[in-house]
């Protein structure tokens, strides 16, 4: 994480190593080690902001599926990061049967959004295991991210919402009502992760965007009724997408964009000549060139990768006329071994670019052609 980068990416990862994992390191003591048990809908959470070796990095000596067998380790300190429904709490009552078998010595409970009232009672109406909770918290991050302030919020058939939507009606059916309780649950957790204390603005002639504000607006006053928030409110804006129909037919020309068109990227992995590559944080090169237009990113790879080999000092003896080509800069890469890791990313992109110089090229050719 880089010093006082305020992103919704780092402040989810903040949450997760220090509200959750310290603080339970600190409840259950020092150098207590810890297991962590996730359901499949938290395990891709958890993916989405830190990786495996972090997480042993941090004192978590086993992550596992709360919906598989496992083995019992009645003396360890467990965290349960999973999603508040039936069948987790079903899962988790199942791993302590009696007194006399638990799975595990002390549970720290964790939810990934509000857990309900009846829900909680059912949990904890079993006695043995109740005295066996030493952490209950709603840990409030339902949401994935695809940049470090871009979240989706994993519905994927959420459209489907509109085919049962009456708008003559003044109210929705239970499918709809039940749709839009979870959209609000993760987009809630979105601003509570932010400190984030919204003034709810939304599009009064559409009935999806009342009856959603409307939810999210009494879950706001309900928690930060004793709860801090950001002096300076923002403002959530709920809209529906009618309003603005011409946007989605637009073209955009940024780098990430024309990657998505002529590669096939798929969970952030590229794949290019038979090799894939993540396009993540930790490459430099990829956060400074993805948001931008292609035009300005081809011309900026090459300055950048020139000075790159400017800055090689160990490099005395360079043929400037071989960096005139993209394939051409790819290739003295590779001799480069003391600059490996940024020799490796100025060689994907270079080659990228490269393969996206040659369609642009072709595409105008034709244009020519049929003019």
């Not at 959004?113 to 109740?130: G, P, W, Y």
């Not at 000092?313 to 290739?331: C, G, N, P």
Request: aromatic letters at 10%.
């Amino acid at each position: 994480m880089m010093k006082n980068d305020n992103s919704l990416r780092s402040v989810s990862i903040s949450r997760l190593l220090l509200d959750m994992i310290q603080e339970t390191k600190q409840s259950a003591g020092d150098g207590t080690l810890l297991m962590m048990i996730v359901d499949p809908y938290t395990m891709k959470i958890l993916s989405a902001f830190l990786t495996i070796s972090e997480l042993f990095a941090k004192g978590i000596i086993s992550i596992e599926n709360l919906e598989v067998g496992r083995k019992r380790f009645p003396k360890y300190h467990c965290i349960y990061f999973v999603n508040p429904t039936q069948s987790s709490i079903d899962y988790i009552k199942k791993d302590f049967p009696d007194p006399e078998h638990p799975q595990y010595g002390r549970i720290h409970l964790f939810f990934c959004h509000r857990i309900s009232d009846q829900l909680l009672d059912s949990l904890i109406s079993t006695s043995h295991l109740a005295k066996r909770i030493k952490t209950c918290k709603e840990l409030n991050i339902s949401y994935f991210l695809r940049d470090r302030n871009l979240f989706d919020l994993g519905m994927p058939n959420a459209l489907e919402i509109y085919t049962q939507v009456n708008e003559k009606s003044k109210d929705v059916n239970p499918i709809v009502e039940s749709m839009l309780n979870s959209i609000a649950e993760k987009l809630f957790t979105v601003c509570v992760s932010l400190k984030e204390y919204p003034y709810v603005q939304f599009q009064k002639t559409n009935l999806l965007t009342s009856k959603l504000a409307k939810i999210i607006n009494g879950m706001f006053k309900s928690f930060y009724e004793t709860k801090v928030f950001n002096e300076k409110r923002g403002v959530l804006l709920i809209v529906d997408r009618s309003i603005d129909a011409t946007t989605p037919l637009l073209h955009d020309y940024s780098y990430e964009s024309i990657l998505y068109d002529f590669f096939e990227i798929n969970d952030n992995l590229l794949t290019f000549r038979d090799k894939k590559h993540k396009l993540e944080e930790k490459d430099d090169v990829w956060m400074k060139f993805k948001n931008k237009h292609i035009a300005e990113v081809l011309n900026g790879l090459q300055e950048d990768f020139k000075g790159f080999m400017d800055s090689d000092a160990t490099k005395k003896q360079r043929d400037k006329d071989s960096l005139e080509s993209f394939e051409k800069m790819a290739d003295v890469l590779h001799g480069m071994k003391e600059f490996k890791e940024t020799s490796r990313k100025f060689g994907l992109h270079l080659n990228v670019a490269d393969e996206i110089t040659k369609v642009i090229i072709i595409y105008y050719i034709f244009s020519i052609i049929l003019i």
